[in-house]
């Protein structure tokens, strides 16, 4: 089965400081993606990418960058943290376009980032 | 812009027995997928079903049914059975027709399962 592994379960950073949120896919899906999750709002999009150095955003980029440097790995960047970025962050990947009977995410387990 | 609505944020439900969770959601797409995910304390999303919105028959999955009602954008989670393996954070999601992976998801219901 396809496995998604982002690199850190918990994490405690401090306002100001730079983060990054690391994730891979092991079956060379085209599409990746960051979420959010918060109580009561669910998960909402950050950024995704359908290609390696290919970006676009999602619905709420403020605060946080990404890159696709390699097809396998995807990662979130926040620039200067923030307290209201304290949150749980999902990684998700998908094979790409066309028609899937199938079709699904493939989530990690999710980092807890607290900023402090 | 698409929205998808959970009204329940809490529902019980005793093993064995049957629970339906709402869902309803707000587009001007015709065609577009909906799901329902699960989420246990492990934080592992799981899809647990999946309806195509050209689709009129209800998917089913095991003991997981939909009630699709695409007039009244609709789309409700019926589990029958319930285990206490059920247990977790259920989430209803929707996305456009060719927007893979783009899902835009409701604040979910936590369902727990008593013995």
Sequence with gaps: DVKVTQSSRYLVKRTGEKVFLECVQDMDHENMFWYRQDPGLGLRLIYFSYDVKMKEKGDIPEGYSVSREKKERFSLILESASTNQTSMYLCASHYGTGAATNEKLFFGSGTQLSVL | ?115
């Excluded at chain 2, 929205?3 to 869902?23: D, I, K, R």
């Design chain 2, 1 to 115: 812009a698409q929205t998808v609505t959970q009204s329940q944020p809490e529902m019980s439900v005793q093993e064995a027995e049957t629970v339906t969770l709402s869902c309803t959601y707000d587009t001007s797409e015709n065609n577009y997928y909906l799901f329902w995910y699960k989420q246990p304390p492990s934080r592992q999303m799981i899809l647990v079903i999946r309806q195509e919105a050209y689709k009129q028959q209800n998917a089913t999955e095991n003991r997981f049914s939909v009630n699709f009602q695409k007039a009244a954008k609709s789309f409700s989670l019926k589990i029958s059975d319930s285990q206490l393996g059920d247990t977790a954070m259920y989430f209803c999601a929707f996305r456009p027709g060719t927007s893979y992976g783009k899902l835009t998801f409701g604040q979910g219901t936590i369902l727990t399962v008593h013995p």
